[in-house]
């Protein structure tokens, strides 16, 4: 059966992971969670002391890129592929709000964005894959057969990310989350390199009021008409 190519975008927790993961699962495609490999760099940045409330060596990070390895492995039990850096797993590390504060500095860094889009592409290049992000229908896969740009309201957003955060057990307040959310968008859609924006041929989700079976049958009805 032929294989397509799917990217989906948009602004911070519209739960483009969700429907990624679900399409994924369905057509046994790859998956593919980029906003997970631009985490794990900056936890290596925080990690390395480049980065924290109060200074980014952007210059001592690139320099150090050639050092990082990012690889995803699939686990059975959750289901879904989990994110390793040089080799050790990082999937609870990046998901925290302290990462979340400084990605969108590190994902402006045009270096290290081309190391990650090149790795994207490889990784996509058979077809057969759900990828999401920011910039994947505009620059990773502009030809892809299908592509969506999510949205949802930011109050919304910033709700369905403060559950997760408590579900985990982080102590963080519905307002920090909600700025948080708010500061990414900007951050993302503002920078020079590859700023978040809606394809011209990406069909518009607006999920705030969708519930997600509604929401995957009519995703899965546009999956079905490239076919
Ligand atoms: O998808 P997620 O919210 O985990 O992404 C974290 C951050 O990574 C985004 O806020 C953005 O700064 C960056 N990102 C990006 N390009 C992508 C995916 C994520 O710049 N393709």
Request: aromatic share 8%; no cysteine.
């Amino acid at each position: 059966m032929k294989k397509i190519t799917i990217a989906i975008d948009g602004f911070s927790s519209t739960g483009k992971s969700t429907v990624a993961k679900q399409l994924a699962k369905h057509l046994g495609y790859i998956y593919v969670d980029t906003g997970a490999m631009y985490r794990a760099v900056t936890w290596f940045a925080m990690q390395h002391g480049f980065i924290d409330a109060h200074h980014f060596e952007a210059s001592k990070l690139v320099a150090a890129l050639n050092t990082i390895t990012i690889s995803f492995k699939f686990n059975d039990i959750v289901g879904f592929a989990e994110v390793y850096l040089n080799g050790v797993k990082i999937e609870k590390e990046i998901r925290t709000l302290e990462v979340s504060r400084y990605v969108s500095q590190v994902a402006a860094v045009s270096e290290v964005r081309s190391q990650l889009v090149q790795q994207q592409q490889q990784m996509g290049k058979d077809k057969g894959v759900v990828m999401d992000g920011r910039d994947i229908g505009t620059v990773v896969f502009p030809d892809a057969e299908l592509k969506l740009f999510m949205i949802a309201s930011a109050e919304k957003r910033a709700r369905r990310r403060f559950d997760e955060l408590i579900e985990r057990g982080d102590e963080v307040t519905y307002a920090d989350v909600l700025k948080n959310v708010e500061d990414r968008d900007y951050i993302d859609s503002h920078r020079e390199d590859s700023p978040l924006r809606k394809a011209e041929d990406a069909i518009e989700l607006d999920n705030s009021n969708l519930d997600l079976i509604t929401q995957f049958e009519r995703v899965l009805l546009l999956v079905n008409q490239r076919f």
